[in-house]
Each structure stands twice: as C-alpha cells, then as structure tokens.
C-alpha cells in the first residue's frame, strides 16, 4: 500500500497514468487485505517503510516491474500462509490465504501487461505475457526470506535500505486519501 500510494501520487502526467484506475482497485485490495489481516490478529512489521527510489524510476518508469517482482513475492508468502494453516488444521485461514493470493496474482498479472505497455511493448511475447504460470513460484519457505529478498531490492521495514529512497508512512484507507475506490468484495467470503 505504501509503494502504490506513492505510485499514484507520482502517476499523473506519466506513461503510468492511464493505469491509476488499476493502482487504485489494487490500493484498495491491499487495504482490504491488511484489516482482514489485522482483524484475525497480525500484527505489522512496521508502520514505516524505505522506499528505493530505483522502485519507482523517472516517471514511474519501473513502477511496474517493482510490482511484478513484489507481488511473485506476496504470492509467495501466501503460499507459505497456506502451508502453514494446512498443517494447523486451520481451513478457514487457509481459504483466506487462498483468496488473498488470488488477488495478488492479479496484480502480478495486470503488473507484467502495465508495464510492457509503459515499455511500449505492442506485442506479447513468451517473456512478456501477463498470464505465463502453470503453477505460482514457491521457492522462499518463510516470511523472514521473503522481507530478506525486499530488503536485498533496497526496500527498509523501519529503517533505511541499502539503495538511496526515501522513508514513507503507511497512509492509511487509500479510499480516505483518494488513492483507492471501493471494491466488489472487500472480505472474505
């Protein structure tokens, strides 16, 4: 949520612009996601966050490939959700789990065609379409692994990375900032 609010922020008058109606559904989701979340009683790493300034480029022009490779890595960490609430006998969690990654792999997907398009990419190749998995990538087994890959990126949880950024605050329901919208099915079902 921090990294889109940024991005969308930043997208008026960019090649990212005519994508700030997706930013803002995906804003929205991660929001909807993290009160979910913190309604069953996770607890966040950090309420600030190191941003690289490489993860937004000149005009947001890596916006899109940053949110490919985090969203690979929250599909990830739900995968290793699920695998934990399977072994704790814990559906419920596990379906929830389940329906976030869904999202998740959305963005990853809508991600991947944003930016082929920013790249002026018009034709869709092995290497640049959006839905290319048989299966998601679960190669990281623990959710330390996958902040430890962010922080290898230069993103910070509660202190400076290691690539030159700048610290943001979490901003809060996008909708109440206007860098979110209301969305079909904003809980579990």
Do not use: C
Not at 96 to 116: D, K
């Amino acid at each position: 949520m921090t990294v889109l609010t940024a991005a969308i922020k930043a997208s008026p008058g960019t090649k990212a612009a005519p994508f700030i109606p997706v930013l803002k559904a995906a804003n929205q989701a991660e929001y909807d996601h993290y009160t979910t979340l913190a309604s069953l009683g996770a607890k966040p790493l950090t309420t600030k966050f190191w941003i690289p300034n490489a993860a937004l480029g000149a005009g947001n022009i890596n916006l899109f490939a940053t949110l490919e490779v985090a969203e690979t890595l929250f599909v990830n960490a739900y995968l290793i959700a699920i695998t934990a609430f399977a072994k704790a006998k814990n559906d419920k969690l596990a379906r929830y789990a389940g329906e976030i990654l869904g999202v998740e792999a959305e963005h990853r997907a809508l991600a991947r065609y944003a930016n082929s398009v920013v790249h002026g990419q018009t034709t869709l190749t092995r290497s640049n379409i959006p839905n290319n998995k048989g299966f998601e990538t679960y190669t990281i087994k623990t959710i330390g692994g996958i902040v430890g890959a962010l922080e290898g990126a230069g993103f910070g949880f509660g202190k400076q990375g290691a690539t030159p950024g700048q610290f943001v605050d979490f901003p809060g329901n996008p909708s109440k900032n206007g860098t979110g919208f209301y969305l079909i099915a904003p809980r579990p079902a």
